[in-house]
């Protein structure tokens, strides 16, 4: 027959494993509420505020695309392919798009500030759809912007003495309340990329 001493140590055996499982549990749970709000965080979003000035010398910022989508392109005037490629088929898709083309905002941001003043932006987006805007600022401007979009940008030295820009060749597409929905890249066919742009226009307000 066991005796009260005998059982004494067996219970707080059991006692302690039960408050083990017990603490086991609320760390489960614990990290089942926080650690998504943890991973949200660690991630940081792809846009941000910006202000820039276009190629009419007009001062633009985020507020200003507020309840309307956009699309947001950066990229060079003096790029030899990827960008007037890039701005020729996004002619081409807003030629698709008829009159719900107002209802979209185009962006391209310069990475080369230097070279791309409004004026000269001005003229080389002449040669595209209206509803494109050609953005540039300060290099300490350019590279806030930047960092908002995650893109990467450099400065690459030719042979010749003077320089060209590598740089992120996607889309980005915003929604209406400023909300990364999404991007086009390089070179993607016509019918996906006005699939893409359709359904960003229909979170127009």
């Not at 219970?11 to 017990?22: D, H, K, P, V, W």
Request: proline fraction near 5%; include cysteine.
């Amino acid at each position: 027959m066991t005796t009260e001493a005998e059982a004494r140590p067996g219970r707080r055996l059991g006692s302690i494993i039960a408050l083990a499982c017990l603490m086991l549990v609320l760390v489960g749970i614990m990290v089942m509420i926080i650690w998504p709000r943890v991973v949200q965080t660690a991630v940081s979003p792809i846009g941000g505020p910006f202000t820039l000035t276009t190629q009419t010398g007009e001062k633009l910022s985020d507020a200003d695309l507020q309840g309307k989508p956009f699309a947001i392109f950066f990229g060079f005037t003096r790029c030899p392919e990827v960008c007037p490629t890039t701005l020729w088929e996004t002619t081409e898709a807003l030629k698709s798009l008829g009159p719900d083309a107002d209802k979209l905002r185009v962006l391209f941001v310069s990475v080369d500030p230097t070279r791309d003043t409004p004026e000269f932006m001005a003229r080389y987006l002449q040669s595209f759809d209206k509803h494109i805007t050609g953005l540039t600022g300060t290099e300490a401007e350019i590279a806030d912007v930047g960092k908002e979009y995650r893109i990467y940008y450099e400065k690459v030295p030719t042979e010749d003495g003077d320089y060209t820009m590598n740089h992120t060749a996607s889309i980005f597409l915003m929604d209406a309340q400023g909300q990364f929905a999404g991007t086009i890249s390089y070179g993607e066919d016509m019918a996906t990329r006005l699939q893409k742009l359709r359904r960003l226009i229909g979170t127009a307000t």
